[in-house]
C-alpha cells in the first residue's frame, strides 16, 4: 500500500494540525483561532481561507492573556499588535 492511499486506493486527506503561539499544544485546524498578518496589517481569519501570514491560538481565555502577555503576536509578525486586537480577539475565542 502506497503511503497516503487507502486500502481501496483512494487519497487520504492528511490531518490538519496546527500549533498555539500561545501554549504550544498541537490541536486540530478547527479548534484553533486564525490570525493573519497581510500588507502590515493583522486580522482574525474566520474563513481560515485568507492569504497571507497565519498564527493560531486555542480559543480560551487563558491562551489569549498568555499571547498577549508574551507578545506573542508581534514576535510571530514582526509588528506591532494594538491592544484593541487583543479585545477583538478575546471575543471571538469566548464565543
Given amino acids: 500500500m502506497a503511503r497516503g492511499k487507502s ?3 483512494t487519497a487520504i486527506k492528511p490531518i490538519e494540525m496546527r500549533r498555539c503561539v500561545a501554549c504550544r499544544s498541537v490541536r486540530h485546524k478547527s ?5 493573519v498578518k497581510s500588507n502590515d496589517e493583522i486580522f482574525i481569519d474566520t474563513a481560515g481561507k485568507v492569504e497571507g501570514r497565519g498564527a493560531y491560538v486555542c480559543r480560551s481565555a487563558e491562551c489569549v492573556q498568555a499571547l498577549r502577555k508574551r507578545r ?5 509578525f514582526k509588528l506591532k ?7 477583538m480577539l478575546k471575543e471571538t475565542v469566548l464565543m
Fill in 72 to 76: 506573542g503576536l508581534e514576535k510571530t
Fill in 31 to 35: 479548534e484553533l483561532v486564525r490570525m
Fill in 81 to 87: 499588535v494594538p491592544n484593541e486586537f487583543y479585545e
Fill in 7 to 9: 486500502a481501496k486506493g
